[in-house]
């Protein structure tokens, strides 16, 4: 959208609401709204990736070193990768305000 | 020339003359004729359309919006039950904004279950967002269908239209019908031009959800875009009575002028009302019929002009209001007549539910105020009476 969402009036949406504009959901960051966030503990983790791989959000990504972080723009801090990380590299913190 | 057809045919051979190219259909009495009919016509080559074999209707108008939204000119038909399972999607396609076309074969609602006719299933349709007409007789439904897409089509309505028609009482008569010719509803109709459609060299996304920074003006946008079809429905009207002969409009009047009694009615119900006050005439009486041949968007300038100085109005209703003061047609009409600070001596009956007969007496009972005594039950003040329950 050319412009923020609480900006349009009425008169301006397309028919149907359409969305004229390919791929621009990018431009929504969904992570807002967490709690908590994943905090990784690299001296625990033994790179097995399952957190990568647990993740619904597809939001942990693979750093240069070949340990894992989460892109906190669309985390949603759920906790699935610290409950499925074996080790418990993973420990999810309160969000502060 | 008018040719003798059962009107379920006639309205399948409407919606090929419309040269429709999606149709996704499910049986259900008494529509089953429709799209029998329909999926020969497809299956014998003489239209060029897909024919989605659907398992509900459900499924049935959820390919519909999948057709709509590539361009296609879509048409559909359900009743009674497939109507409801259809519910959720009727918000969508209306919400979408897409021209899809339904005929609804108007049949009362499970349970106790009935395939025979009234107006429970387009009644608990009504807000859905549609655009709703309703047809009188055979020739009604043809032309209706007719208009229905190019009402649809119009870019400033694109919204999805309702074609009603009574279960038994219309789908399975024969009636004398005239049926347009191709090259006149091709000169009427043109081909479907979609403001936006589903196509991989242009993508658009269609059908994303709305923040609540944002639901409140898309519904506002639908809502002025049903409103303002009122206008194009009629000139869409007009134009189809200059060029095939037959004028309709959104609220029709029989012998209104001379009575201080009219009732209103929707659908088939009125040739009935037509024949009682006939025979009141006869008698020197005088009454008149309201016949709203369109009910979404509500004509309410129209209703009003003719309703505002009679004395008495008894709203017809084929549907039982369930706990509801009176009947969806009397609330809307007494919420015109409201926000026009008029009271008026209104009366609202329910009548042929599920398919019992209304003959042309109950309606003179009605006008000659005997119409409640005949009942053996008693009946409650000021709320909606039912004719002819036993008691
Ligand atoms: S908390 Fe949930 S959303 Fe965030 S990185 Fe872990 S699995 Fe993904
Ligand atoms: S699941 Fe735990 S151990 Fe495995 S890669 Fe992720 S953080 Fe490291």
Redesign the pocket.
């Known amino acids: 959208m050319a412009k923020p969402m609480e900006e349009y009036k009425w008169h301006e949406l397309n028919v149907g609401c359409v969305i004229e504009e390919v791929g621009n959901a990018r431009e929504y960051k969904t992570g807002d709204w967490r709690s908590f966030k994943p905090v990784?503990n690299n001296e625990?983790?033994?790179?097995?990736?399952?957190?990568?791989l647990y993740c619904p959000d597809a939001t942990?990504f693979k750093t240069n070193e070949g340990?894992?972080l989460s892109n906190l723009d669309y985390c949603k801090g759920c906790g699935i990768?610290a409950k499925?990380?074996?080790?418990g590299?993973?420990k999810m913190v309160e969000e502060g305000r | 020339m008018k040719k003798g057809i059962e009107v379920s045919i006639a309205a399948s051979i409407a919606a090929k003359l419309a040269r429709v190219e999606a149709i996704a259909a499910y049986p259900i009495t008494p529509q089953t004729h429709i799209v029998e009919h329909l999926a020969e016509i497809v299956a014998n080559g003489e239209l060029d359309a897909v024919y989605i074999n659907v398992e509900s209707e459900h499924s049935a108008m959820s390919a519909c919006c999948g057709s709509s939204a590539t361009g296609a000119r879509t048409f559909t038909s359900t009743s009674a039950q497939g109507l409801e399972l259809m519910h959720e999607i009727l918000f969508i396609a209306s919400g979408m904004r897409f021209p899809i076309v339904m005929a609804t074969v108007n049949r009362a609602l499970s349970s106790p279950l009935s395939i025979w006719g009234d107006h429970s299933d387009v009644m608990a349709a009504r807000d859905t967002g549609w655009i709703m007409l309703f047809c009188e007789n055979g020739q009604e439904v043809v032309d209706m269908i007719i208009m229905a897409f190019r009402i649809a089509e119009d870019r400033g309505v694109l919204l999805p239209v309702m074609v009603n028609l009574d279960g038994f009482s219309l789908s399975h008569v024969i009636e004398p019908i005239e049926l347009p010719s191709q090259m006149m509803v091709d000169k009427f109709l043109p081909p479907y031009s979609p403001l936006y459609t589903l196509h991989p060299n242009k993508p658009v996304t269609m059908g994303a959800y709305a923040m609540p920074e944002l639901y409140t003006e898309a519904k506002y946008a639908q809502e002025m875009a049903i409103i303002n079809s009122k206008e194009i429905i009629k000139n869409v009207m007009d134009e189809f009575g200059k060029q095939f002969g037959r004028q309709y409009k959104p609220v029709e009047t029989y012998n209104t002028e001379n009575a201080d009694f009219v009732f209103v009615a929707l659908g088939s119900i009125g040739e009935n009302i037509k024949t009682a006050i006939d025979e009141l005439k006869g008698e020197g009486k005088n009454a008149g019929l309201v016949q709203l041949r369109l009910f979404r968007p509500f004509p309410s300038e129209e209703l009003f002009s003719v309703l505002k100085d009679k004395k008495r109005v008894a709203v017809i209703e084929r549907v039982m209001p369930a706990g509801a003061p009176n009947g969806p047609l009397f609330q809307e009409i007494s919420s015109v007549m409201c926000t026009n600070s008029l009271l008026m001596h209104m009366e609202n009956y329910i009548v042929g539910l599920g398919g019992r007969d209304v003959l042309p007496e109950s309606f003179i009972d009605i006008f000659n105020g005997t119409a409640c005594e005949k009942s053996t039950v008693p009946i409650r003040d000021k709320n909606f009476k039912v004719i002819g329950v036993r008691g």
Do not use: D, S
Request: aromatic share 20%; glycine share 4%; hydrophobic share 40%.
């Open positions: 990784w625990k983790c033994i790179k097995c990736g399952l957190c990568w942990v340990f894992y990768c499925e990380c074996k080790p590299a993973i």
